[in-house]
Every structure is written in structure tokens, then in C-alpha cells.
């Protein structure tokens, strides 16, 4: 029987559920501890997970002693629960409704979804009695924001309940529905809809998981990931979040506790690379939209994170009322190392491009513009200090890794843009600045920084950039690595004894540089030593195929936010590296990102690598780019005069659902559309009469991401239109 301490459940006992816009997460015993409904930022309806004592929790499990086991359903992000009790089984299935939009162009990005908790219980062989419990909490989560939605327990013959707290039987074979929904549902009848939505999600997620071009012999490890992983992503914006959860510890009871409900730029590059190495161009293109928007924004200086809305910066709060999960102190709401100076950021952006160009993205004047602004700037300031990719509270560092991801910078912009006088000159000087310090570590290879510390796991990226380094420097830098770092199968990001990066406490080891690791020991030609970590590694996932973002090497506890998206990044980014070594040998993953995405990803999805200045000659490919807009006859709107159709209209299907603009330009996050112009419906005459300088950021990149879903419908009519002139 599961067993919590202190009200607290193991990490590791936690299971996903996902809509593309909220998340839950499902304990072994029947309890859902943390339920963000809408939005992975939004006020919590449930929260038991950072609070035990004080936090809301919706629980339905077996009145008695009782085991459990769990899987998702094939396919899918639905949870299915058996409890085992002395007299029989029951089970619970679990799940967030998510369907395409009516009238989506793209049925896998343009979603639609409730934001309901829904759980089916069946007596599968015997008479059962369970435990219902629904307490919404004790005191709000966070008072400054006010109390979460008013959400109410539906359940058939019975008034929706503000909580409950009671005894449930059921005969043999009987299936009975709980939904934990709005208060503003009760309209819709949530239970009568409760068995359609469940085939519809179900139909949702096996649709998009057969669609990936994986076919390796880890196929069912980096399919749970890529589920998990598009569960993660906002499918308003295309935003990926690094974890739904704030403040799990890395370190129990300690302070390095923070809010990963944001997306960083510097998964940006990995994200493309393992979603287009899957096949995935459509969300690749939509996460290119939200990035795109993001960075033209903030120009010169871009932010190492943004909000799921492309909302920056973002400040950061203690709520000190609450306990933490283990009594793990502060709870955090934002991220302050949204204002942090990382050098490593702007090369990301820029590997992010070619990659982009790479899958057939146009390089049109938004995109020049934003290159032209990252590397005016790095040559400028890469020889300065900054806080490094681990977000270091402490002094700014000369770290290498943003040094050379510095090089990173100006060589894509090069690559993409041409030759500049003084791009030129600052790749050669950092060049040489690295090679000056390609020996500083012990034994040879590169150390965290070039001025003192020791080494770093960051390090590990090193023989994945492209950079000309010599095979021997790369090659002592990674054993230096896992000399001073490694821990069995696990990789600690530092030793806290030679770093200090102004926080108290200890932490785990990242999950994440284990699969560094396995990548860099491909490219200094150790592959069955790669191969054979990469596999033990997929056996610390949790019953569910999950991971966290920490790991304790000794007792293999995971700590730190879960599940964590870069971990289940860098785990398909792995698998796609194993497989090209397997078909290409060493030599395939020599490069840059984008050049592995070009030999992984198959040639009807991609055209030509594009030449350095030049568009890339290839198949035909639609002709809007980043910074277009599409034609539309133009209306005047009354200034003074409320027109077009109300929210009923909408309610009604008179008016569908995606012809209503997503965000009021006036700030208004959740518009009632009331006033049409050009075609569209906008909630005020403010929003319809022009743009905010934020939507017109994100105007100019909009239709970018269609452009990466069309590429094999664009190769395919060039392949049509050779064939026929041959067959003439």
C-alpha cells in the first residue's frame, strides 16, 4: 500500500495528466495533490502537493488496505489506476478532455479543451466501497492573485458540491463519473458528456502519437516522452513549459526550490530537434511562432525565460504561508532569473534559426533583423561575465560553455546572414579564447570557467556545437566530467565544494546531463558505453515512463520539479543521436543541430540546406514568411458604437469558437468578443482599431509555423511536377 510521509507522497509516485493548457498530477493512492485548470500558470484548484496540511485535493480510493498499479492508456495521457483490495479490483481512469478545434487548420495544434478533471470508477469483479474527498482548501494559494476558480464536484444524482467528503459503493460492474470542473459548467452537464469526451481524447492522442517517424528499438521510451512533452505545451501560444509545477525541492527541506511553469529559450534549439527528428513539424513550427514573437520583443535583450503568453519579464514571490511539499521553504510564483544576463542564450537563439532554415523555415526581414540584433550584440559582450546556464545567484562567471556558446552565436549568423567584418573578427576571438583554455582542467580539457571553479556538466555539450576544437581537448574535457562529476549512471551539474553558486543546501544530480553524457560519449567515439547508459537510464524513468528534473544518487528519490520537459527532451534527443550513429556511425553526428535534424530528419520533409546569405533551393514551399501578413479588405469600426455579436452567438455555434480573436490587444486575458472588424470579433473598439506593440510582435510571425507543416506537401508536388515533365 502506498504510504505517505507527513502527507507527502515520493515524487516518483506522481503520474501526468495534460489538455495542452493545464495539467494535473495523480498520486498511486487516487489523489490528484496539484490541478492547474486553463493554464499551467493559473491559480491552483488543487495543491495539497506544496501543503499537506492547508492545500485542496480531489481523492477517490478504497476505503480499506489496498494496492495499486498503473498505466496509461496505449498511446495516450490517460491514466488508468487498478486498486487490489481484499475483495476485488477496482479501477479509475483518469484524464483532462483535449480535442482538435472545429475548423482547426492543423488538428494536432489548434485545440480545444474544458478544463475538466475527469475520473470514470468501475467495480471491475466485486462490490467496493471508496473514499470520496474533494477539500478545495483551507486558505487561498495565492492571496495577491485571490482565490482559484470556483470549482465544484459533479457526479450523477446528485447537486454539484463546493466539497465532499464521504463513502461511495458500488456493485459489481458499476462505473461511476466524477468531474471537478468550473462552477460555470454545471450548464453544460458535464457527466452526460463525460463517455464522448472520453473517446474523443482517447481518438486525440492515439492520432498524434501514431504520427511519429520514430521507429528505433526505444520506441515506446521516446513515445511516453513525446506525449508527455505535448502535454507540456500551451496550444494557444506553442509555448513549452519546462515542468507544470512550481517549487518541488531539489534538495528536501531546502531552498533551491523554483517555478518552472515558463518557457526558456535554450531548450529552443533542442525542442526543434526533437520534434522535427519525430516528425512533429506542425507544433515545431507553432513553438517557431511563440519564439520568434518572444525574442523580436525584447531585442536587444532577450530574457532567459518568457510566460506561456510571451509575458516578460516575470518577478518572483515568496508565499510564505505555505509549508512546501516536505516542509520544503519557499514556495515561489515566478522566476528571477528571468532578469539575468546569460551569455549562452543568444547562441541558442541563433542554433534555433539554422535549425529553423533547416526545416524549411524562410528567412525573411523578422528573422534577419533578430540575428543581425543577437550578433551585433554578442560581439560586443561576449568577453563579458554572466551568470551561466545554470542561473547562478551568485557573482558573474567567464563560464565556457557561454563562451563558446557565444561562437555558437556569431557562426549561425554568419552562416545565415554572411560575412561580416566585425562578426568575423569576434568568432575568431573567441575562438582563441577558447582554445587559450582548452587545457586548464585537470588532466587536460576545459574547466566550468576560465578563470577558476571546476568542472561542469555543461561541458558535455561541448562535441555537439560544430565548434574546431581538436578531438583530444573535447575528449579530455568529457572524462575530466565524469571524474570530478559522475555518480554512477548520474551527472551532477557541479561540485557545490568548488562552486559557489550563491545558494544554501545541496541538490541531485541532473537527469539531463546523464543524456548529455550518453551524447558526448557517442561523439568521442564511446558508443556501447553510450548505448549501455542510455538504457539504464530508462530504467530510472517511474512506472509511467516519467521523469523528474533531480535524481538522488543514493536512494534514486527524484527531486525537483516533475515531470521535467528537458529531461524528456534531451532523452528522444539521445535516442535520435543513437539511431543516426547506428546508420551513419560517427560521422553522423558531427555538426551542429541542425545539421543532425537534416540527416534525421526524411528528405520529403525538408529542402536543401540553405547556403550562407541565400534562401536554400528545394521543394516549393508556401510564400508568406516571418514578418507578412495575410490580405484582408479593410472596415472601419465605429469608435463610438458597440457592434458585431455577443458571447451568446458564440455559446450558440452561431459564431465558431476560432473566429474569435484569442487575446484582447487591450490586456484583457479572457476577452467576450463583441466588436467585428475585418472578418474577426474583438472584445472592445480599442482592440479592434489597431494592434499593441506586443501584438504586433507576434502578428509578424503568426503564419511561420504553417510553413514547416507544408514542407512534404511541398515536396511532394515538386517530386509530382519532375515526374510528369519526365513521363513527357
Known sequence: MTIRNAGYLPLRDYALLGDCHGAALVGRDGAVDWFCPGRF?????????????QGATFRIAPSGPFDSERAYWDGTNILCTTFTTPNGHVTITDFLPVRSAAGATDPFVDLEAPGWLVRV?????????????FEPGTCAFDPEVGRAPDMRLFQKGAPSAERAGSAVRLATGERRIFILAPASAEADRPIDQAEALLQETAEFWRSWSGASR???????????????????????????????????????????????????????????????????HAEAGRYCQFLGSCCVQTLRDLRILYGIEEESPIGERWLDHLDGYAGSKPVRVGNAAASQVQLDIYGEVADWALAYRTLDGPLDETLRTMLEGIADHVAEAWDQPDQGIWEMRGEPRHYVHGKAMAWVAMDRAIRLLGERETWCQARREILEALRSHADDGEGGGFRQTFTDGGMDASLLLLPMLGLPLSSEALDQTVRGVERALRRGDYVLRYDLEDTDDGLAGGEGAFLICSFWLVDALLCTGRADEARSLFERLLDQANDVGLYAEEVDPDNHAFLGNFPQAFTHLALINSAINLELYETGGGDALLGTHADRIARAAPERDRGTQPDAGGDAAGPPRATQSLGSRPEREERKVSSNERQGVPLDAIMSGEIRPHEVEEWARCGSRFPAPGVEHQGRHYCCNRCAMGPSPRMKARMMVRMAPMLVGLVGAGAFAGWLAAHGSRKT
Not at 531546502?254 to 520534434?275: C, P
Open 214 to 280: 520514430y521507429n528505433g528499438p526505444y520506441r515506446a521510451a521516446v513515445e511516453r516522452s513525446a506525449l508527455a512533452l505535448k502535454a507540456l505545451a500551451y496550444a494557444p501560444t506553442g509555448a513549452i513549459v519546462a515542468a507544470p509545477t512550481t517549487s518541488l525541492p531539489e534538495d528536501l527541506g531546502g531552498e533551491r526550490n523554483w517555478d518552472y511553469r515558463y518557457s526558456w529559450l535554450r531548450d529552443s534549439a533542442f525542442v526543434l530537434q526533437a520534434l522535427g527528428g519525430l516528425g512533429y
Open 121 to 133: 470508477v468501475e467495480a471491475s469483479d466485486s462490490p467496493c466501497e471508496l473514499d470520496l474527498v
Open 41 to 53: 500558470d493559473a491559480q491552483p484548484a488543487c495543491w495539497a502537493l506544496l501543503d499537506a496540511r
